[in-house]
């Protein structure tokens, strides 16, 4: 079973500030594989990054996501207000088939 | 644009079982799998099981001996039966679906608004 933790649990940024959130593997796992998802209060989970690096639609270019292996990163370029939410990050493999990291809630400084 | 929306009861009985429908809305001939997720008041979200467009189904080993998902294709749901339920089953409930035509065949670029279940006699 893969276990994916994301570090840190909880991160605090001021807008405008370069966000860094971490993802890593308990094994090494295949990139096309590795999605990243943000959420907001009282809403569903929005797809942002599937590939480990390919922006879903209509997401802004100022979100990136990188790594390869066990280790993998989202970045935040520039933080908007809107941007402070719960992301988690995603793995499709074996049994189970879907796991979710715990989440990174990034808030305002 | 593909739309999903959860419907069911809201409060269910410890020992009974949880049934939950999704309908979807928008049409998509590439959808690889249709899945269901759920999300503790205040926690994480749990993978619960998912149905592939081929009928073949996939659960959480944690989950598998309650769970059936199910898919009627010509009502355009799909359907969610947990059984056994007690107040560790209490969450939020999401139908969401991966569409290898919006993103890969494996994320989840659609989801559902969610619904509350609450486990309490």
């Known amino acids: 079973e893969i276990v994916l933790t994301q570090s840190p649990d909880t991160l605090s940024l001021s807008p405008g500030e370069r966000g860094t959130l971490s993802c890593r593997a308990s094994q090494s796992v295949n990139n096309r594989f590795l999605a990243w998802y943000q959420q907001k209060p009282g809403q569903a989970p929005r797809l942002l990054i599937y590939?480990?690096?390919i922006r879903a639609t209509g997401i802004p270019d100022r979100f990136s996501g990188s790594g390869s292996g066990t280790d993998f990163t989202l970045t935040i370029s520039r933080l908007d207000p809107e941007d402070f939410a719960v992301y988690y990050c995603q793995h499709y493999g074996s049994l189970p088939r879907i796991t979710f990291g715990q989440g990174t809630r990034l808030d305002i400084k | 644009q593909v739309q999903l929306q959860e419907s069911g009861p809201g409060l269910v009985k410890p020992s009974e079982t949880l049934s939950l429908t999704c309908t979807v809305s928008?049409?998509?001939?590439?959808?690889?799998?249709w899945s269901w997720i759920r999300q503790p008041p205040g926690k994480g979200l749990e993978w619960i099981g998912y149905i592939y467009n081929s009928g073949g189904t996939n659960y959480n080993p944690s989950l598998k001996s309650r769970v059936t998902v199910s898919v009627d294709t010509s009502k355009n749901q799909f359907s969610l039966k947990l059984s056994s339920v007690t107040a560790a089953d209490t969450a939020v409930y999401y139908c969401?679906?991966?569409?290898?035509?919006?993103?890969?065949?494996?994320?989840?670029?659609?989801w559902g608004q969610g619904t509350l279940v609450t486990v309490s006699s």
């Open positions: 969401a679906t991966a569409d290898c035509g919006a993103a890969d065949c494996y994320s989840l670029a659609y």
């Open positions: 590939g480990a690096s």
């Open positions: 928008g049409g998509s001939n590439s959808v690889y799998y």
